[in-house]
């Protein structure tokens, strides 16, 4: 088998932080909304590229980005995953950093 890697790695600005929240387990959990522009090359044009991603931070990664002002901008490490009941991506921050 072919190794598997599913990792992200985005520079973005949190647009929406949403209240702290905990799982069954009690973990703590924290949904947000992170926006991305930037310009990029794509077929030998240089292209302006903007988007904008739910994410997902749990545990201790959660508490601290809690604290983060809205509209700071950021790197974030992580992976993609569909919620169970979802249609989207969302993106799971395993790591962020002032880039």
Not at 27 to 34: K, V
Not at 68 to 90: E, Y
Request: net charge positive; glycine share 6%.
């Amino acid at each position: 088998m072919n190794h598997v890697v599913n990792q992200l790695v985005l520079t973005a600005c949190i647009v929406e932080l949403d209240a702290l929240r905990y799982t069954p387990a009690g973990l703590p959990a924290l949904n947000m909304r992170l926006e991305h522009e930037s310009d990029m090359q794509e077929a030998g044009q240089t292209r302006q590229v903007k988007a904008t991603m739910k994410a997902v931070a749990f545990g201790a990664m959660a508490e601290r980005l809690v604290k983060q002002a809205i509209g700071s901008a950021w790197k974030f490490n992580g992976f993609l995953a569909t919620p169970r009941n979802g249609k989207h991506v969302v993106f799971h921050i395993q790591e962020f950093q002032q880039d």
